[in-house]
């Protein structure tokens, strides 16, 4: 039944020449990548490049500051997800109730998302400069003395985590108040009736209920998470002293500084290897499998 409906679809002649080109272009450009990681391909010695197997993997693995980047990676991408779905739940669960002005706070929620990344690093960027940024202030109206968010190597990278989360907690907040809407009242009006008090309804019964939009969100944002740039280059450029280098940045200093073409690519694809291995753990993880019941 189901192969005489496709055959008979005739979107069918849109869409699979889409997902086949799509396909082909893909393998084709992985394999090409591949084939060049093999290689010492560099631009400083260009027309001299030879086949090397595995030697820029084996590098990569001895490679110090590789493995400084890539830890740094998993630092910020786990911190970014843990911080920004708590933080837009909670978000989430406040907005759900009358209050006044509610759709405009909803509204103004909304606002960093639509802000490009580098208009989000130079408005960060600007309040935490040590001198006259609006971060120094207010915590001088407390007593703190001032903070050098950007220089010192232990505080840059918490720096750039507090302005991803700004711009991305919204789309967190979105994405779960859309799933909260469409949730069916009934198993929480039947909560309360039997007695349950609100915080009891919310952990037994609406964050199940939520369990899978707030599993995808996650999944989203860290695989937004592991590719991020855009702030990393406006804020810090990678420092102080490597402090704030993802492995994404990583392969582009190797790049475009270094100009070890071969190398790069080598690390873009130990890093997408590690990003699926971690997203397909991540997704078992949060959708494991039930028996047929």
């Not at 899978?212 to 860290?222: H, P």
């Not at 890093?271 to 997203?279: E, G, K, M, R, S």
Request: aromatic share 12%.
């Amino acid at each position: 039944m189901s192969t005489v409906a496709t055959a008979s679809d005739p979107t069918r002649h849109f869409f699979q020449p889409v997902i086949v080109c799509l396909t082909v272009a893909s393998v084709a450009l992985t394999l090409f990548v591949i084939w060049i990681s093999l290689h010492d391909l560099s631009l400083m010695r260009a027309g001299r490049e030879k086949f090397i197997g595995l030697d820029n993997y084996l590098r990569f693995l001895g490679d110090p500051r590789a493995m400084a980047a890539l830890w740094r990676t998993v630092l910020f991408t786990t911190l970014a997800t843990v911080i920004e779905i708590a933080l837009g739940l909670a978000v989430v669960l406040f907005l759900d109730r009358d209050f006044a002005m509610k759709r405009l706070v909803r509204t103004l929620l909304l606002v960093p998302i639509i802000m490009t990344p580098v208009v989000v690093g130079l408005t960060w960027r600007f309040l935490f400069d040590p001198a006259t940024g609006m971060a120094n202030y207010l915590l001088s109206l407390v007593g703190i003395a001032q903070v050098d968010w950007l220089g010192s190597p232990r505080i840059a990278l918490f720096a750039v985590l507090i302005a991803d989360i700004w711009q991305w907690t919204p789309f967190v907040i979105l994405l779960v108040m859309a799933a909260l809407e469409s949730a069916p009242t009934d198993p929480l009006n039947a909560a309360r009736v039997d007695g349950a008090r609100e915080w009891q309804v919310t952990w037994y019964v609406l964050l199940p209920m939520l369990r899978r939009a707030l599993a995808i969100v996650a999944l989203i944002r860290a695989i937004d998470s592991i590719k991020a740039f855009d702030l990393f280059y406006i804020m810090t450029r990678g420092g102080p002293a490597l402090s704030t280098e993802t492995l994404n940045y990583y392969g582009y200093i190797v790049a475009f500084t270094n100009f070890d073409i071969s190398y790069s690519l080598a690390v873009a694809i130990i890093l997408t290897i590690f990003t699926n291995v971690a997203l397909l753990t991540m997704y078992s993880v949060l959708f494991p499998k039930t028996g047929d019941r």
